[in-house]
T-cell receptor
């Protein structure tokens, strides 16, 4: 099976702009989670989607939003970019949101905000 | 407050020795704990999962222990190799969420 893919891999934006990142999960996986990773901060959970519904949300401002399509592909959007949004954005898929679920990560999108 | 702590400083280990990484947590009652490996510029890769009612789990050269009384998990790599050099992340499963530690960078010296 093909792994989780994310596009684009690298992105440079300026403050105030908006950005959309895309994630294609492993075939058959219905849950997609998004994370922000910055040096020293670890993985910060953004949100999780399952069957086109947001089931969980982390502590991020409303500028961060996402959606999931019927084919389980997911997008996340960040509006009005700030310098602090520079990070590696990771998408992870899993079969379902059970009690014990392994997450399969994509390679990430590295976003630089100037 | 709820916290997950992993050694923030890099761990340097001589090749062939056993590397031991620590994951401590407070104010959680995790149903399970996972360990992941992350190489630079790549997403984390799942290694092992241990449940709350399990004390130890092994996979090849890897061993994980889980002490819910001490609120601690230890991750061991035996007969370490330079290829084991990476950042290792622990993640707690609690209330249908995964809460992540910041990771420990492991360096295996030849």
């Amino acid at each position: 099976k093909a792994g989780v893919t994310q596009t684009p891999r690298y992105l440079i934006k300026t403050r105030g702009q908006q950005v959309t990142l895309s994630c294609s999960p492993i075939s058959g996986h219905r849950s997609v989670s998004w994370y922000q990773q910055t040096p020293g901060q670890g993985l910060q959970f953004l949100f999780e989607y399952f069957s086109e519904t947001q089931r969980n949300k982390g502590n991020f401002p409303g500028r961060f939003s996402g959606r999931q399509f019927s084919n389980s592909r997911s997008e996340m959007n960040v509006s009005t970019l700030e310098l602090g949004d520079s990070a590696l954005y990771l998408c992870a898929s899993s079969l379902d949101r059970g009690r014990q679920e392994t997450q399969y990560f994509g390679p990430g999108t590295r976003l630089l905000v100037l | 407050s709820q916290k997950i702590e992993q050694n923030s400083e890099a761990l340097n280990i001589q090749e062939g020795k056993t590397a031991t990484l620590t994951c401590n947590y407070t104010n959680y009652s995790p149903a399970y704990l996972q360990w992941y490996r992350q190489d630079p510029g790549r997403g984390p890769v799942f290694l092992l999962l241990i449940r709350e009612n399990e004390k130890e789990k092994r996979k090849e050269r890897l061993k994980v222990t889980f002490d819910t009384t001490l609120k601690q998990s230890l991750f061991h790599i035996t007969a370490s190799q330079p290829a084991d050099s990476a950042t290792y992340l622990c993640a707690l499963g609690s209330n249908y969420q995964l809460i992540w530690g910041a990771g420990t960078k492991l360096i295996i010296k030849p």
